[in-house]
């Protein structure tokens, strides 16, 4: 064979190796696996808006998410991933640098679960969709008390809470303050039906009205739902008749203590709009974001005569009468056994 016959197969055979080399090399960076979670088989990471793919990089690295940071970012710059899109990222043990990468660039991100119930107060609702979601706080403070803001949204500062309507919902976690309000009111409208709407309207309340009462209805009673329509009904017959609501659930709210079990009539001086013992009408706002086997209650009250209840103690029930002597009969009954039980507050 020839000198140059030699030089020309050594040469291809460089070329073949070298060829092979690159390729194994190609395909260990790009297909085989980056992620290895430690006994773990999944885990999330929240990239921050406004993150870099600097940022990006150093969480994956700080978390011990991925085991080669330099064939990541080789792979990411040969995809041309250089925009970081913020979200909740589903990190599965096993993923190459091929997959992170799709994910990322592509924003494919897994949304968040939250429920809103229970909710007394605005701080409350601060807190639980902050815990959730990539929205400030701050600003969410902000909005929820700004009357400027809330008008946008038809509300204010005092019965803003009216707009929430406790459910399950989906989010994506890089959900901003003001994105989190614009889906609570597109979900206040889609509840809020036409035949909704006509039953507020039959029943004398405006729509904030009924969510207020349907506060006080599920406060009053939480476990037995037939009884919460007649409860409504109760109600409503004395707002119509301009008689004071005289609500426990409101001067407990009013005092700020829920763990209160048997209210005093010193309680009853208490200067709040919320002393509805005071106060004729609905209070200002909400005192518990109702279910809506509540808000519906109220919107179908049972159309009784009653003005007055009483609790049964230990039954979680009620009595209903409109005589005034049976009701303190009925009251005189609910105290003795409190007093019986030694419950003094």
């Keep these: 064979m020839s000198k140059m016959k030699k ?31 430690k006994g773990k088989s999944e885990a999330y990471l929240f990239v921050r808006t406004g993150s870099t793919m600097e940022d990006l990089v150093g969480e994956l690295v700080s978390e ?24 909740r ?8 640098n091929r997959e992170l990468v799709n994910m990322f660039r592509s924003g494919a991100q897994e949304p968040v679960t939250y429920t809103l ?20 706080s701050a600003a969410l403070e902000f909005i929820l008390n700004d009357n400027t803001a809330l008008s946008a949204y038809g509300f204010n500062n005092k019965n ?13 976690w890089n959900t901003s303050a003001e994105q989190f309000m614009e889906r609570m009111a597109k979900e206040y409208k889609a509840f809020w039906t036409d035949e909704r709407k006509q039953k507020a309207r039959d029943a004398g309340l405006s729509q904030s009205e009924v969510v207020i009462l349907a506060s006080i209805v599920q406060s009053e009673q939480n476990v037995y739902n037939d009884e919460k329509r007649i ?19 409101t001067l407990i709210y009013a005092l700020g203590d829920f763990t209160i079990r048997r209210v005093l009539n010193s309680d009853k001086e208490i200067d709040s709009p919320y002393n509805t013992y005071k106060h004729t009408g609905l209070p200002p706002g909400p005192i518990i974001l109702p279910e809506i086997s509540s808000v519906d209650a109220v919107l179908n009250y049972d159309k009784n005569k009653y003005i007055y209840m009483c609790a049964v103690y230990g039954t979680g029930k009620h009595k209903f009468t409109d005589n005034l002597s049976e009701h303190n009969r009925n009251a005189d009954a609910f105290r003795n056994a409190l007093s019986k039980a030694n419950i003094k507050r």
């Design 7 to 37: 030089i020309i197969l050594w040469g291809l055979l460089v070329l073949v190796l070298a060829g092979g080399a690159g390729g194994y090399w190609f395909y260990t960076v790009y297909y085989v696996s980056n992620v290895e979670l």
């Design 64 to 87: 011990e998410l991925i085991k080669d940071r330099k064939s990541f970012e080789e792979i990411a710059k040969l995809k041309k991933f250089t925009v970081v899109k913020p979200g």
């Design 89 to 96: 990222y589903h990190i599965k043990n096993g993923m190459s």
């Design 117 to 136: 119930t229970g909710v007394r107060t605005k701080d409350q609702i601060v807190s639980r969709v902050c815990k959730k979601l990539e929205a400030d």
């Design 160 to 172: 803003i809470l009216t707009m929430f309507i406790p459910n399950t919902y989906e989010m994506y």
């Design 231 to 249: 409860i409504a009904g109760l109600y409503i017959n004395r707002l119509r008749k301009g008689i004071p609501m005289q609500s426990d659930p």
